[in-house]
C-alpha cells in the first residue's frame, strides 16, 4: 500500500519528517525576536527548506543516504535557529542535534555521530575532508545561498577574501556537477 501524503501532519511521519518539523516548531515558537537575532526567522525557515532541497538532488546525484542528508540540512544551523547566533554556530550546533535526534529517537549511535559531525563541520568550507555527509552539508549550504539576491555581495563582505574564494571555488564546482552555468555562479 502506498503511504498517503500528509503535509506534516498525523503520527505517520518518518524520522526526518519529525526532525523537519521540530526544527520548523523550534523556529515559530522562539522567543527572540527578528530584531535580535542576527537573521530573521523567515530567514532561516527559507534557507533550511532549501538546503533540504538541494541535499535531496546532492545525495541522489552522490548516491547518498537521502534520509540522513534532509536531517543534516535541516539541522546544519540549528544553533542559530534555537539562539539566534551565528559565532561559532556549526561547532555549537552539534551538542543540540544530538540532543534533538536522541528526544525524537529511532537513530542508531553511527547515524548521530555521522549527522552530529556534518552540523559541526559545515561552517568549513575551505576545508575539504573525506567524509561525503559532511561535504554534502557544506554544498547544500553554499549552493541554497548562492541562489538568493545578494550573496555575493554579502559574502565579499563578511567572509576574508580567501574564505570567500572557497565559498566560490565550491559553487562552481557543484554547479559543474549538476551540469549548471558555472560562469554566473551567483544570482544577479
Not at 536531517?71 to 555549537?92: N, Q, S
Not at 563582505?157 to 580567501?162: I, T, Y
Request: net charge negative; proline share 2%.
Amino acid at each position: 500500500m502506498l503511504k498517503d501524503f500528509h503535509h506534516y501532519k498525523g503520527n505517520d511521519l518518518s524520522r526526518s519528517e519529525k526532525v523537519e518539523r521540530k526544527v520548523v516548531k523550534l523556529l515559530l515558537e522562539n522567543r527572540i525576536s527578528d530584531e535580535v537575532r542576527e537573521s530573521s526567522v523567515v530567514w532561516k525557515l527559507k534557507h533550511s527548506s532549501g538546503c533540504i532541497q538541494c541535499g535531496r538532488i546532492l545525495a541522489q546525484k552522490r548516491n547518498l543516504d537521502v534520509e540522513l542528508v534532509e536531517i543534516i540540512c535541516v539541522l546544519h544551523d540549528i544553533y542559530v535557529i534555537v539562539e539566534g547566533e551565528y559565532k561559532d554556530h556549526a561547532k555549537l550546533g552539534a551538542p543540540i542535534a544530538d540532543k534533538l535526534l536522541r528526544e525524537i529517537g529511532g537513530f542508531t549511535e553511527q547515524e548521530i555521530k555521522t549527522i552530529t559531525q556534518a552540523v559541526a563541520h559545515h561552517s568549513e568550507k575551505d576545508v575539504y575532508s573525506d567524509d561525503p555527509y559532511v561535504e554534502i552539508a557544506k554544498d547544500a549550504d553554499v549552493l541554497d545561498c548562492s541562489l538568493y539576491k545578494g550573496a555575493e555581495g554579502f559574502y565579499r563582505l563578511h567572509k576574508p577574501e580567501q574564505v570567500f574564494k572557497q565559498y566560490a571555488k565550491r559553487t562552481e564546482k557543484i554547479r559543474e556537477e549538476l551540469g549548471l552555468d558555472t560562469e554566473n555562479i551567483w544570482r544577479d
